[in-house]
């Protein structure tokens, strides 16, 4: 057993083809909206069972927010905790028994291969990528929003011909953020699953994984705050009005 | 772009990541964030709110207690200069009380001792014309069985300027 690099084709709906780690996806959105849902469906003054939660790690995130762009906290932290949460409980998802073991054999290439029906969301490229993708969209259109138009395309072109080499590079840097945020969010998780599988079917599968398994709850929770934070940190920086 | 097909990324796939992503936020900031954010704040603010009601109702108690202290003092001072007023009055009426009963008494006592006086008198007198009488009349009857005429007369004078001098 093996885990590839690319996700695995399970079928199509129409033109799309659904992979196990767009199903697995489906089913932590499900997961992550229940638990919204649940955990404000009756929203009262004195805080009860789920919403006790729900008021703590927003409350966390929102003084995370506020220390590091205080003015701009109430537009910012429904985005960060966003990415903080979508990639948390995708982290978890993946580490649940079940998630990477239970599959199906597959003829492929007259060769016969274990296709997983579930796979940990962030070990595919096309998750990181799209969050990355999305942090980058959001982080701009804040910017254009907070600076106007003018002053945004400033930031990156100048007449001044130093500066405008400057902005150059900076085009150039918002465009490799999309690349080390989703590289850094994959290899993280994607060698973890390698890590998971390795340690339960090369090594030995009773006790043997255990430590492995905390260090992958561990994994998971950094990789989302770091994704969350460096999004953060990124429409601090690019929603600042620029000095020259 | 071969490196990209190998890491399995697909168009299609990434499209329904973002798509998928972007529901996600907007599910979460609707259904989520704003109302957990909302009761956050509104706690805050009641929080403030008691606070602040809590140091005014501190504030008006002291106050109050200082209204009630002084009122109380007040009103002692009332209760022991009405005492004390109460006190000089009974005083006064008792001894005026006193006085008067002294004066009557005294007067009566006058009254009685003249009128005992008087009686005294009115007594004298009748007891000296009874007693005139009855030596008159004793002597009536002794001189008319043993004496003249002359001797009569003469011891009646005589007994008469006696008793007037005993009288007298």
């Known amino acids: 057993m093996e885990v590839t690099l690319a996700a695995e084709k399970l079928f199509n709906i129409g033109a799309l083809p659904v992979t196990n780690s767009l199903l697995t996806t489906w089913i932590v959105t499900i997961v992550l909206i229940s638990f919204a849902i649940l955990a404000t469906k009756k929203v009262t003054a004195v805080p009860k069972g789920l919403q006790n939660v729900a008021e703590i790690m927003i409350e966390a995130i929102q003084d995370l927010v506020s220390s590091i762009a205080p003015d701009k906290a109430k537009i910012f932290t429904p985005i960060i905790a966003s990415f903080f949460f979508f990639i948390l409980f995708g982290n978890y998802f993946g580490l649940l028994p079940g998630v990477g073991t239970i599959g199906f054999h597959m003829e492929e290439h007259g060769e016969k291969v274990f296709v997983p029906l579930f796979r940990s969301i962030n070990s595919d490229l096309n998750t990181t990528a799209a969050l990355a993708i999305v942090s980058l969209i959001a982080t701009h259109f804040l910017a254009i929003r907070y600076l106007g138009l003018l002053h945004y395309i400033q930031k990156f072109i100048s007449l001044n011909p130093i500066f405008l080499f400057v902005g150059l590079l900076e085009l150039i840097g918002e465009a490799t953020k999309i690349l080390s945020l989703s590289f850094r969010l994959f290899g993280n998780i994607f060698a973890g699953e390698v890590l998971l599988t390795t340690a339960s079917t090369k090594l030995f599968a009773f006790l043997i994984p255990i430590p492995f398994y905390f260090l992958e709850i561990l994994v998971g929770f950094v990789q989302a705050l770091i994704f969350a934070m460096l999004t953060l940190v990124f429409m601090t920086i690019l929603t600042a009005k620029s000095e020259h | ?168």
């Open chain 2, 1 to 168: 772009m071969e490196i990209l097909t190998r890491f399995g990324i697909e168009p299609k796939l990434l499209l329904a990541q973002i798509v998928n992503f972007t529901i996600i936020l907007f599910v979460l900031k609707r259904f989520f964030y704003k109302p957990i954010t909302k009761v956050l704040d509104d706690r805050k603010k009641r929080i403030e709110e008691s606070l602040k009601n809590a140091d005014l109702i501190e504030e008006k108690l002291a106050q109050t207690e200082e209204k009630t202290t002084k009122l109380l003092e007040e009103a002692s001072e009332t209760a022991r200069e009405m005492i004390t007023s109460a006190n000089k009055e009974a005083q006064r009426t008792t001894e005026e009380v006193l006085l008067e009963a002294r004066k009557t008494q005294e007067e009566l006592v006058a009254d009685a001792k003249d009128q005992i006086e008087a009686q005294k008198k009115e007594m004298q007198k009748q007891l000296e014309r009874e007693t005139l009488i009855l030596v008159t009349e004793v002597v009536k009857k002794v001189l008319a069985r043993n004496l003249k005429q002359d001797e009569k007369k003469k011891l009646t004078r005589d007994a008469l300027s006696e008793i007037g001098k005993h009288i007298h």
